[in-house]
């Protein structure tokens, strides 16, 4: 979308869309010099809205720094307001379905949660925090969000998630990871690895072999693994979170061979950098300094715009689509 002066700005609208409009990117030009961001994070948070990077940045008030800028060019701000990309429910696309939502709490998986529900599913949400699901619950006083705070790398746990999902589950989104500390092979430690590996590989194995016979006797299922770029190439995060994803699309393609012909789907979304509450521990070494030499100039995404993806593959929508790997990363994979 192009930006003229006959578009108006809002504080929803794209950091792209400030840096376009003519009064608007003086005025967020100013903002961004006393907040010391220089082009290239401008150009990583474009696609943005004001208010949801004030957030993420940690302004202490964001929708009143949103107010001061809007208020910094009202005399130059008329014409049809700029929306940006809006997400688009589609009725009825999970009514009937329960739905098993791992890392539901935060980011991309309580996004995927309440898209589902809110598109007539019924949510298992499954993470650690009790309190966070909680809140996403009250957001749907329905019921169509069962909560269960457990740690997928638990037998005992596991149990709980399907007795909460009372003997049928059509779909499930093993959104739950963690990220590492961007060691090399050389320094990486046991206590990384294994903390890595349990969830992002054991844990999700473990859920998804106690979800499979229950669609193996419903004669059909549909399963998502949240990948990411790091599962295609070697250049965004340490030895074992990259190795960890990287075993996730093995687990992918293995599934979709074995189950094919039990009506039973599996794909994987391999997401690029998402404005999501996972942030990695870096202490610095080798394997640090030697990633973040290398960034690929891609604007960062919103949780909704992976759980668009997700729940896509999730749907009847993929009908035809079965051991896919959908990078949905806006051209990372590419660089």
Request: charged content about 15%.
């Amino acid at each position: 979308m192009t930006i003229t002066q006959a578009t108006a700005l809002t504080a929803n609208s794209t950091i792209g869309a400030w840096m376009k409009h003519p009064a608007g990117s003086r005025a967020f030009a100013a903002f961004a010099e006393q907040a010391g961001m220089d082009t290239a994070s401008l150009a990583i948070l474009k696609n943005l809205p004001l208010t949801r990077m004030l957030e993420a940045t940690g302004s202490p008030d964001a929708a009143g720094a949103a107010e001061h800028l809007l208020s910094q060019i009202s005399d130059a701000n008329v014409g049809v307001e700029d929306t940006g990309w809006i997400e688009a429910i589609t009725p009825g696309r999970f009514t009937g379905k329960t739905v098993i939502v791992t890392g539901a709490a935060s980011g991309i998986g309580r996004a995927v949660a309440s898209r589902i529900a809110r598109e007539g599913g019924v949510v298992v949400a499954v993470d650690l925090s009790e309190a966070k699901l909680a809140e996403l619950a009250m957001t749907f006083p329905d019921g169509s969000i069962r909560i269960v705070a457990a740690d997928i790398t638990s037998e005992t746990a596991i149990a709980r998630i399907l007795e909460t999902a009372g003997g049928r589950i059509d779909c499930l989104a093993n959104v739950a990871g963690l990220s590492d500390d961007f060691s090399a092979i050389h320094e990486v430690t046991d206590a990384v690895l294994e903390r890595t590996f349990n969830v992002n590989v054991f844990g999700l194995i473990r859920l998804t072999r106690a979800v499979v016979p229950l669609m193996l006797d419903a004669g059909r299922g549909t399963v998502v693994n949240v990948a990411s770029e790091a599962a295609l190439r070697g250049s965004s995060s340490g030895l074992a979170y990259t190795a960890s994803k990287h075993a996730v699309i093995g687990v992918t393609r293995s599934m979709a061979f074995m189950y094919e012909p039990n009506g039973i789907r599996v794909n994987a979304v391999a997401p690029g950098g998402t404005l999501t509450g996972m942030r990695p521990v870096i202490t610095g070494g080798y394997g640090p300094e030697r990633v973040q030499s290398f960034s690929p100039p891609v604007p960062i995404a919103l949780p909704e715009n992976l759980a668009a993806s997700i729940t896509f593959l999730l749907s009847d929508d993929s009908t035809n689509v079965n051991g896919a790997i959908l990078t949905s990363d806006g051209g990372e994979s590419v660089y």
